[in-house]
């Protein structure tokens, strides 16, 4: 809007008799309105506005301002420190700063005494509204209407209580682009300087790029905290780290496995965090390779832990370089129960009999437990051989990990070896692809349950006779030697002594699974048990259907 005051305006009085003159048609030839202007004045006409009203009477009540600053707390927290820089510029210039809301309201004003006092003469403070259509032309009203910097000089204004003063305001817009807002600078006439209308509105915009500032900063707050609900919402234990292997996001889960405090390994490398003897998981960690489901042995600061990991390389997709890896940590003995359904729910006192025999049968077992010997259960099938290995186990210091039982006459000839030692990929048609775990190296730190092991053929024999010995295995196909833990229960029908004379069954395997031997008695040599056997069952069965029965 070019602008054009008649020069110069020597005091007030002229100044009021000028703006008599404009608004009652004569303007001077050394002054031009705009077309703008001119529209306002005949709106604001429109609206019954009172051009000679003394000051402003539209002023909210004490309990009306405290609503709309409430209403209005978002744009005063980012508008008032822009104000206050604003103001260290102009302070003892004769400028008031305020800003208004979307409906013309005063909210907040900031200037000198002598600034605020000048201000106060026409009401232009806080509560008042300065809308259009309660003050007239003026230019808090004007960047309401036409939505852009404008500034109101002198006998522009249509309210003469207002003509001494010369305003510059811009607005204020959301992010969506909604005026939200109207930055002012008021002063007296005199102080008329087109770079002020320059200030307002370069405060204005950085108001408005904090806005989108404090915006950003809230979305990436908020994508923070769900980022952070979604990782401590997976069971699993899952951990990232960048390309110089620093740890920038790990849940509670992966913080208890790996045995550390996450406030202690945040931003820190993870070779400071766990001990240097876990080369092949650094390895695989800094290799840039995808791995899924892939077995290795982790070192805490406490213990030894196997696990399933997974590794997913974060790649730019500009690049083919990793920008760091996302880890996740499966608890190998829980996957291990989840998947195969291993979980032994036998304990001692669940095992019932009064029999001399079978007491002697369990005390044997209880004490083996105690011990990590390995155990070779021998009894008729049907007597629980399977019963007292689950008891063992949770009766032991291995009852948190895992417990597999396998039937050594239930698995095919061919792939019994796979089963209880694993593979690589390729080792032989229709193998996996990444390999298989095999039964020993699941049930790392557990139990493995051999049942029927008088039917394992001879060459099982001898690779079943190494492990033990050597406490470590080969996947078939496979070069690397992976460290086992495993205690051995076996159990049989067969009397193997006489199958080792026959041959076929290998004399110092027997002796490896039969550090502790138990024998249990069938049902017929404990005849007493019966009446006890059949109370329990009518009570658990009867539970199980609904029924109650008293007795049999």
Same mark, same amino acid.
């Not at 030839?29 to 006409?45: A, L």
């Not at 309210?159 to 510059?168: I, P, V």
């Not at 998981?281 to 489901?293: A, D, E, K, L």
């Given at each position: 809007?070019?602008?054009?005051?008649?020069?110069?305006?020597?005091?007030?009085?002229?100044?009021?008799?000028?703006?008599?003159?404009?608004?009652?048609?004569?303007?001077?030839?050394?002054?031009?309105?705009?077309?703008?202007?001119?529209?306002?004045?005949?709106?604001?006409?429109?609206?019954?506005?009172?051009?000679?009203?003394?000051?402003?009477?539209?002023?909210?009540?004490?309990?009306?301002?405290?609503?709309?600053?409430?209403?209005?707390?978002?744009?005063?927290?980012?508008?008032?420190?822009?104000?206050?820089?604003?103001?260290?510029?102009?302070?003892?210039?004769?400028?008031?700063?305020?800003?208004?809301?979307?409906?013309?309201?005063?909210?907040?004003?900031? #200037?000198?005494?002598?600034?605020?006092?000048?201000?106060?003469?026409?009401?232009?403070?806080?509560?008042?509204?300065?809308?259009?259509?309660?003050?007239?032309?003026?230019?808090?009203?004007?960047?309401?209407?036409?939505?852009?910097?404008?500034?109101?000089?002198?006998?522009?204004?249509?309210?003469?209580?207002?003509?001494?003063?010369?305003?510059?305001?811009?607005?204020?817009?959301?992010?969506?682009?909604?005026?939200?807002?109207?930055?002012?600078?008021? #002063?007296?006439?005199?102080?008329?300087?087109?770079?002020?209308?320059?200030?307002?509105?370069?405060?204005?915009?950085?108001?408005?790029?904090?806005?989108?500032?404090?915006?950003?900063?809230?979305?990436?707050?908020?994508?923070?905290?769900?980022?952070?609900?979604?990782?401590?919402?997976?069971?699993?234990?899952?951990?990232?780290?960048?390309?110089?292997?620093?740890?920038?996001?790990?849940?509670?889960?992966?913080?208890?496995?790996?045995?550390?405090?996450?406030?202690?390994?945040?931003?820190?490398?993870?070779?400071?965090?766990?001990?240097?003897?876990?080369?092949?998981?650094?390895?695989?960690?800094?290799? #840039?390779?995808?791995?899924?489901?892939?077995?290795?042995?982790?070192?805490?600061?406490?213990?030894?832990?196997?696990?399933?990991?997974?590794?997913?390389?974060?790649?730019?997709?500009?690049?083919?370089?990793?920008? #760091?890896?996302?880890?996740?940590?499966?608890?190998?003995?829980?996957?291990?129960?989840? *998947?195969?359904?291993?979980?032994?729910?036998?304990?001692?006192?669940?095992?019932?009999?009064?029999?001399?025999?079978?007491?002697?049968?369990?005390?044997?077992?209880?004490?083996?437990?105690?011990?990590?010997?390995?155990?070779?259960?021998?009894?008729?099938?049907?007597?629980?051989?399977?019963?007292?290995?689950?008891?063992?186990?949770?009766?032991?210091?291995?009852?948190?990990?895992?417990?597999?039982?396998?039937?050594?006459?239930?698995?095919?000839?061919?792939?019994?070896?796979?089963?209880?030692?694993?593979?690589?990929?390729?080792?032989?048609?229709?193998?996996?692809?990444?390999?298989?775990?095999?039964?020993?190296? +699941?049930?790392?730190?557990?139990?493995?349950?051999?049942?029927?092991?008088?039917?394992?053929?001879?060459?099982?024999?001898?690779? +079943?006779?190494?492990?033990?010995?050597?406490?470590?295995?080969?996947?078939?196909?496979?070069?690397?030697?992976?460290?086992?833990?495993?205690?051995? *229960?076996?159990?049989?029908?067969?009397?193997?002594?006489?199958?080792?004379?026959?041959?076929?069954?290998?004399?110092?395997?027997?002796?490896?699974?039969?550090?502790?031997?138990?024998?249990?008695?069938?049902?017929?040599?404990?005849?007493?048990?019966?009446?006890? +056997?059949?109370?329990?069952?009518?009570?658990?069965?009867?539970?199980?259907?609904?029924?109650?029965?008293?007795?049999?």
């Amino acid at each position: 809007m070019k602008k054009s005051y008649p020069q110069p305006i020597s005091n007030r009085y002229e100044l009021m008799d000028t703006w008599e003159k404009v608004h009652k048609g004569s303007i001077p030839s050394n002054i031009h309105i705009s077309k703008e202007i001119q529209d306002s004045w005949k709106r604001s006409k429109f609206y019954g506005v009172d051009p000679y009203k003394k000051t402003n009477t539209n002023i909210l009540d004490e309990y009306s301002f405290k609503q709309r600053l409430e209403a209005n707390k978002s744009l005063l927290n980012l508008t008032i420190p822009a104000m206050e820089a604003l103001y260290s510029i102009t302070k003892g210039s004769g400028f008031c700063i305020t800003i208004a809301d979307k409906d013309g309201y005063i909210l907040k004003r900031i #200037g000198d005494e002598d600034e605020l006092a000048f201000t106060a003469y026409s009401n232009f403070k806080e509560g008042a509204n300065w809308s259009e259509e309660v003050m007239g032309t003026n230019a808090v009203g004007l960047v309401l209407i036409y939505d852009r910097p404008i500034q109101v000089f002198g006998y522009e204004h249509y309210c003469k209580c207002a003509c001494t003063s010369t305003c510059s305001a811009a607005p204020i817009h959301d992010l969506s682009g909604k005026i939200i807002g109207v930055l002012d600078l008021t #002063g007296p006439y005199k102080l008329v300087n087109a770079h002020t209308l320059g200030m307002v509105e370069a405060s204005a915009k950085a108001i408005e790029r904090e806005m989108e500032l404090s915006d950003a900063y809230y979305n990436i707050r908020l994508a923070n905290l769900q980022k952070k609900a979604i990782i401590e919402s997976i069971s699993e234990g899952l951990f990232a780290v960048d390309q110089h292997g620093k740890i920038t996001h790990i849940n509670k889960r992966a913080s208890d496995l790996l045995e550390i405090k996450i406030e202690d390994c945040l931003n820190k490398n993870i070779h400071e965090v766990l001990p240097a003897d876990n080369i092949y998981f650094f390895n695989t960690i800094s290799s #840039g390779r995808t791995t899924y489901g892939e077995t290795m042995l982790i070192k805490t600061n406490k213990e030894k832990k196997k696990f399933m990991v997974n590794c997913t390389p974060l790649k730019d997709q500009r690049s083919s370089a990793s920008n #760091g890896v996302v880890v996740i940590l499966h608890e190998l003995h829980a996957v291990v129960n989840k *998947i195969i359904g291993n979980t032994p729910n036998i304990t001692f006192d669940s095992l019932i009999g009064e029999s001399t025999s079978f007491k002697s049968a369990l005390a044997q077992a209880r004490i083996a437990a105690e011990t990590d010997s390995n155990i070779l259960l021998i009894g008729e099938s049907g007597t629980g051989k399977d019963l007292f290995a689950q008891a063992i186990h949770n009766a032991s210091n291995r009852r948190k990990e895992t417990f597999l039982a396998i039937n050594c006459a239930a698995i095919p000839r061919e792939l019994i070896s796979s089963e209880l030692f694993g593979y690589e990929e390729g080792a032989f048609t229709g193998a996996r692809r990444g390999g298989n775990p095999g039964k020993f190296e +699941l049930a790392d730190q557990g139990t493995i349950f051999l049942d029927e092991i008088g039917e394992m053929p001879l060459d099982l024999q001898a690779s +079943l006779l190494r492990v033990l010995e050597e406490k470590n295995i080969i996947r078939l196909g496979g070069k690397e030697f992976i460290p086992i833990n495993v205690r051995v *229960i076996s159990a049989t029908n067969k009397d193997l002594e006489k199958e080792i004379k026959k041959g076929n069954f290998r004399h110092d395997l027997f002796f490896r699974l039969r550090v502790v031997s138990i024998n249990i008695p069938p049902l017929r040599e404990r005849k007493g048990d019966i009446p006890i +056997l059949a109370e329990h069952f009518a009570k658990s069965i009867g539970s199980r259907i609904g029924k109650n029965i008293n007795k049999i």
